[in-house]
């Protein structure tokens, strides 16, 4: 695609339910990053993919957070069990192997607000 | 790991003054410096970015510049206008096999006309 997707753009979800945040990186790019910005806060790393494999989970905040990616393509962060900490605007970038960081593209995120 | 500081984290000038973001990082491999701006309720979008190979990059208005020796660098925004008004990111990372960036905590510039 022309640029980075994510969806829901918003999302309500009830503490305690499990929520799934999809992005669509651009197409050909192979690495695919996801943070975390809380309301008026800094970018927090989540955990990025090269390919379909995840070289650094080092930011997921608990056990409660995962994240795969299939064909090299499609990613899914998933929560489950929300708590109201959780809620934060999560943003997904990808980038390009033969670009690097050169290619760090944001997709416009997903709000989530657990209530 | 690598960790970014950023100051401050608030910052207002008056329409057509200059502006400076200043950023300090502790790995030394980082070579790598990008900044973003972020506009209320939009993505972060890259403005300028910087490699260690050099020490100052301009482009129009804006420049950035790196003091690898102190592990710092900084946003200079001049003949600042009220469309600069935003959320500035600094980052550091390396450049090799797409490693993530590592994010300041943010600017936000006022620009008061």
């Known amino acids: 695609g022309a640029g980075v997707s994510q969806s829901p753009s918003n999302k309500v979800t009830e503490k305690g339910k499990d929520v799934e945040l999809r992005c669509d990186p651009i197409?050909?790019?192979?690495?695919l990053y996801w943070y975390r910005q809380r309301l008026g806060q800094g970018l927090e790393f989540l955990i990025y993919f090269q390919g379909n494999s995840a070289p650094d989970k080092s930011g997921l905040p608990s056990d409660r957070f995962s994240a795969e990616r299939t064909g090299e393509s499609v990613s899914t962060l998933t929560i489950q069990r929300t708590q109201q900490e959780d809620s934060a605007v999560y943003l997904c970038?990808?980038?390009?192997?033969?670009?690097?960081?050169?290619?760090?593209?944001f997709g416009s995120g997903t709000r989530l607000t657990v209530v | 790991g690598e960790n970014v500081e950023q100051h401050p984290s608030t910052l207002s000038v008056q329409e057509g003054d200059s502006a400076v973001i200043k950023c300090t990082y502790s790995d030394s491999a980082s070579n790598y410096f990008p900044w973003y701006k972020q506009e209320l309720g939009k993505r972060p979008q890259l403005i300028i970015d910087i490699r260690s190979n050099v020490g100052e990059k301009k482009d129009q208005r804006i420049a950035v510049t790196l003091n690898k020796t102190a592990k710092h660098f900084s946003l200079h925004i001049t003949e600042t206008q009220p469309e600069d008004s935003a959320v500035y990111f600094c980052?550091?990372?390396?450049?090799?096999?797409?490693?993530?960036?590592?994010f300041g905590k943010g600017t936000r510039l006022s620009v008061i006309a």
């Open positions: 980052a550091a990372s390396l450049h090799s096999g797409n490693t993530p960036l590592v």
């Open positions: 197409s050909g790019h192979t690495a």
């Open positions: 970038a990808s980038s390009s192997w033969d670009r690097g960081i050169y290619g760090y593209t």
